[in-house]
């Protein structure tokens, strides 16, 4: 290093390209991608939703965002493992900061995540957020799917979220899939939810690969069934990060025992490289049920996966 880089997340001119930058260091932004509001010529906006008012047990992932992006500065150094392509070298990628929405108003928060959302789709980027909850999925479908039309879903989640809830005025992240189907949003033949392990019987038209059945047939099989099912529809990806088993990631609002590990889930994302993925999301970083901060990295490393299948795509 010739010479020390600070504060690169607001110095840099280009939105393309790793910049090294020590991680106890310096302004953070999702590994160190350029902070901006200006949409021109960008190919990923990353952007946090600190919203977590809709959880059914322990609140806290109004946080993950911040949590996400500080521990995602150890992903700047070095190129992807096991992938071909490096997101940060061939896309212009910024950081778009968080949606803003009044905490005294909540009942507007879900068309200001929409509208925040659309506004980088319109822009010709592609979205990634950082939850918050994963009610936050909602309206974050609701933007893709006015632009692309309905969308296949692939959902690693320790809960289907399919519970029914006809009463539009509620927010709930365990109905919010539910929601999503009535309204046309997404092609549930052709999504799958993956690591599911708690009980509810009504899918709502899912392909379920619960975690039994990845623990039994492995990651690359599970992986193979997941491009099946998807085909080569238009796929939004959304990881609740109770997806991962507690031993993995305990800093979540409702961890369920017998969940998936990360060495799985790295071979999962991997594999399924191809699918036609539009947008994606990591939800339910709660950082302050781990104090060793393993939810966030695994967060930060999910989110970079995503970019990497953008890339692969």
Known sequence: MDKPN????????????????????????FARCKY??????????????????????????????RQVRELSTMLAWDAPYGWP???????????????????????????????HIKTILDAGAMAVSIGGDHYTTLPNLRAHAAKHGPVSVIQFDAHSDTWVDDDPERMDHGTFMYRAIKEGLIVPEKSVQVGIRTTNEDTQGFH??????????????????IKEIVGDN??????????????????????????????????????IAGINIVGGDVVEVSPAYDTSGATAIAGSQIVLEILCLMANK
Not at 85 to 113: M, S, T
Not at 236 to 257: K, N, Q
């Open 208 to 225: 379920t690969l619960d975690a039994r059945s990845v623990h039994e047939h492995g990651p690359v099989e599970t992986a193979k069934r």
């Open 6 to 29: 600070v504060d690169t997340a607001i110095t840099r001119d280009s939105a393309k390209g790793q910049i090294g930058e020590v991680s106890y260091s310096g302004v953070t932004s």
């Open 36 to 65: 901006s509001k200006d949409l021109t010529g960008v190919d990923v906006a990353i952007t946090g939703i600190p919203f977590d008012v809709s959880v059914t047990h322990r609140n806290g992932s109004r946080f993950g965002p």
């Open 234 to 271: 238009k796929v939004y990806l959304t990881f609740d990060i109770d997806g991962l088993d507690p031993a993995f990631a305990p800093g979540t609002g409702t961890p369920v025992f017998g969940g998936l590990t990360s060495g799985q889930v790295a071979i999962i994302l991997r594999d």
């Open 85 to 115: 392509v490096n997101p940060l070298e061939e896309f212009n990628i910024i950081d778009y900061g968080d949606c803003a929405f009044d905490h005294g108003k909540l009942h507007h928060a879900p068309a200001a995540i929409e509208e």
